[in-house]
């Protein structure tokens, strides 16, 4: 993708991220993750995102520094991985939270550990691990390789409604923020 297309409102990116491919040129391979399902998190007025009351801090400083950046942080033992997006200064991101494994399956099946296939990706700490992406790419684009967003498959239907795992967050625990593939089986959580 050309970085002009990280350039467009928050939730209209996150929906239309839904269908692209994460492309891994990893040591061992290509990988390849159809995005089926992002969350997007609207920065200083979203009470859900690291960014709320425009918090700064180590981990969330790549947030400010505008569209297409590589946003990356550790949850429990997994690597979760996000676009930023919104201009320069306003700390918004999309989480990836499921892709469909489309190349690479011996690779990710591996680093799965031989799980069966509909559990390597359905998860936003699942599709990091199944598609070897580590923390080392927090801050870089998602235009450069080795690990950047391409053109993926049309897709035909998306869904909307709340994001997943947000209960401390007050009213954002509502917000239609979440946009995935209907009935894709890779999505993380059918509601």
Known sequence: MD???????????????????????????LIVGKIVETEAYMGPEDRAAHSFGNRR???????????????TYQM???TLINVVAGMEGIPNAILIRAVEPVE???????????????????????LT???????????KHWTE?????????????????PRIGIENSGEAVHYPYRFWETDNPFVSKMR
């Open 3 to 29: 970085a002009s297309f990280f350039h467009q409102p928050t939730l209209e990116l996150a929906r239309n991220l839904i269908g692209k491919n994460i492309v891994h040129e990893h040591g061992r391979g």
């Open 57 to 71: 801090t180590k981990r969330t400083e790549v947030m400010f520094g505008g569209p297409g950046l590589i946003y």
């Open 76 to 78: 429990h033992t997994h």
């Open 104 to 126: 690479g399956l011996a690779l990710m099946k591996e680093f799965r550990n031989d799980l069966p296939m509909k559990q390597w990706t359905n998860g936003p700490g699942k």
């Open 129 to 139: 691990k199944a598609m070897g992406i580590t923390m080392e790419y927090y801050g």
């Open 145 to 161: 390789k080795p690990l950047y967003i391409a053109e993926g498959s049309e897709v035909s239907f998306i869904s909307t409604g």
